[in-house]
Nanobody, 125 residues
Protein backbone atom coordinates (compact mmCIF):
# COMPACT_ATOMS: atom_id res chain seq x y z
CA UNK A 1 0.00 0.00 0.00
CA UNK A 2 1.36 3.36 -1.03
CA UNK A 3 1.62 5.92 1.72
CA UNK A 4 2.57 9.56 1.49
CA UNK A 5 2.81 11.41 4.79
CA UNK A 6 3.33 15.16 4.87
CA UNK A 7 4.78 17.07 7.80
CA UNK A 8 6.24 20.46 8.61
CA UNK A 9 3.20 22.66 8.31
CA UNK A 10 2.33 25.28 10.87
CA UNK A 11 1.75 28.94 11.59
CA UNK A 12 4.30 31.47 10.41
CA UNK A 13 4.42 35.22 9.99
CA UNK A 14 4.56 36.79 6.56
CA UNK A 15 8.12 36.82 5.30
CA UNK A 16 8.98 33.69 7.22
CA UNK A 17 9.98 30.23 6.04
CA UNK A 18 8.79 26.66 6.39
CA UNK A 19 10.00 23.36 5.01
CA UNK A 20 7.46 20.68 4.23
CA UNK A 21 8.45 17.04 4.04
CA UNK A 22 6.70 14.10 2.44
CA UNK A 23 7.74 10.59 3.42
CA UNK A 24 6.89 7.97 0.80
CA UNK A 25 6.59 4.23 1.36
CA UNK A 26 4.98 1.13 -0.08
CA UNK A 27 5.82 1.81 -3.68
CA UNK A 28 6.06 -1.26 -5.85
CA UNK A 29 7.77 0.83 -8.47
CA UNK A 30 11.23 2.30 -8.06
CA UNK A 31 10.72 5.46 -10.05
CA UNK A 32 8.07 8.07 -9.57
CA UNK A 33 7.50 11.72 -10.21
CA UNK A 34 6.44 13.91 -7.29
CA UNK A 35 4.43 17.04 -6.87
CA UNK A 36 3.20 19.49 -4.27
CA UNK A 37 -0.29 20.95 -4.48
CA UNK A 38 -2.28 23.22 -2.20
CA UNK A 39 -5.90 24.01 -1.51
CA UNK A 40 -7.08 27.16 0.19
CA UNK A 41 -10.59 27.42 1.71
CA UNK A 42 -13.19 27.83 -0.99
CA UNK A 43 -10.70 27.33 -3.78
CA UNK A 44 -9.72 24.48 -6.05
CA UNK A 45 -6.59 22.47 -5.44
CA UNK A 46 -3.73 23.90 -7.45
CA UNK A 47 -0.24 22.83 -8.41
CA UNK A 48 2.66 24.43 -6.58
CA UNK A 49 5.78 22.56 -7.66
CA UNK A 50 6.75 19.26 -9.21
CA UNK A 51 9.87 17.24 -9.89
CA UNK A 52 10.64 14.49 -12.37
CA UNK A 53 11.53 10.92 -11.54
CA UNK A 54 15.03 11.31 -12.88
CA UNK A 55 17.19 14.25 -13.94
CA UNK A 56 15.74 16.45 -11.23
CA UNK A 57 13.71 18.56 -13.64
CA UNK A 58 11.39 20.91 -11.78
CA UNK A 59 8.47 23.19 -12.48
CA UNK A 60 6.89 25.89 -10.33
CA UNK A 61 3.66 27.80 -10.37
CA UNK A 62 4.23 31.46 -11.21
CA UNK A 63 2.90 32.46 -7.80
CA UNK A 64 5.73 30.67 -5.97
CA UNK A 65 8.57 30.90 -8.45
CA UNK A 66 11.71 32.24 -6.80
CA UNK A 67 10.33 31.63 -3.30
CA UNK A 68 9.70 27.86 -3.14
CA UNK A 69 12.10 25.02 -3.90
CA UNK A 70 11.15 21.40 -4.44
CA UNK A 71 13.68 18.62 -3.90
CA UNK A 72 13.86 14.89 -3.33
CA UNK A 73 16.35 12.51 -1.79
CA UNK A 74 17.41 8.92 -2.37
CA UNK A 75 15.22 7.80 0.50
CA UNK A 76 12.14 8.51 -1.61
CA UNK A 77 11.19 11.64 0.29
CA UNK A 78 10.31 15.00 -1.17
CA UNK A 79 10.63 18.44 0.36
CA UNK A 80 9.21 21.87 -0.28
CA UNK A 81 11.29 24.74 1.04
CA UNK A 82 9.07 27.81 1.29
CA UNK A 83 10.65 31.23 1.80
CA UNK A 84 9.23 34.74 1.86
CA UNK A 85 5.83 33.37 2.72
CA UNK A 86 2.76 35.47 2.07
CA UNK A 87 -0.74 35.32 3.57
CA UNK A 88 -2.02 34.09 0.21
CA UNK A 89 0.17 30.99 0.63
CA UNK A 90 -2.17 29.86 3.40
CA UNK A 91 -3.61 26.48 2.41
CA UNK A 92 -3.51 22.76 3.04
CA UNK A 93 -0.47 21.41 1.20
CA UNK A 94 -0.51 17.94 -0.34
CA UNK A 95 2.22 15.82 -1.88
CA UNK A 96 1.43 13.48 -4.72
CA UNK A 97 3.22 10.72 -6.61
CA UNK A 98 2.99 9.15 -10.05
CA UNK A 99 4.70 5.85 -10.80
CA UNK A 100 6.83 6.59 -13.82
CA UNK A 101 10.43 6.92 -14.91
CA UNK A 102 12.03 9.59 -17.01
CA UNK A 103 12.80 13.26 -16.99
CA UNK A 104 9.28 14.58 -17.39
CA UNK A 105 7.37 16.33 -14.61
CA UNK A 106 3.61 16.46 -14.16
CA UNK A 107 1.73 19.62 -13.29
CA UNK A 108 -1.95 18.67 -13.04
CA UNK A 109 -3.94 16.81 -10.38
CA UNK A 110 -5.25 14.05 -12.61
CA UNK A 111 -1.75 13.02 -13.61
CA UNK A 112 -1.00 11.75 -10.10
CA UNK A 113 -1.99 8.38 -8.66
CA UNK A 114 -1.35 8.72 -4.94
CA UNK A 115 -1.86 11.52 -2.45
CA UNK A 116 -0.95 12.35 1.11
CA UNK A 117 -3.42 13.55 3.72
CA UNK A 118 -2.18 17.14 3.66
CA UNK A 119 -0.56 19.53 6.12
CA UNK A 120 -1.88 22.97 7.04
CA UNK A 121 0.23 26.06 6.37
CA UNK A 122 -1.04 29.34 7.78
CA UNK A 123 0.74 32.62 7.08
CA UNK A 124 -0.29 35.55 9.24
CA UNK A 125 0.01 39.14 8.08
Amino acid sequence: EVQLVESGGGLVQAGGSLTLSCAASGFGFDDYALGWFRQAPGKEREGVACISSTSGNTHYADSVKGRFTISRDNAKNTYLQMNSLKPEDTAVYYCAARATSGSYYYTTLNEYDDWGQGTQVTVSS
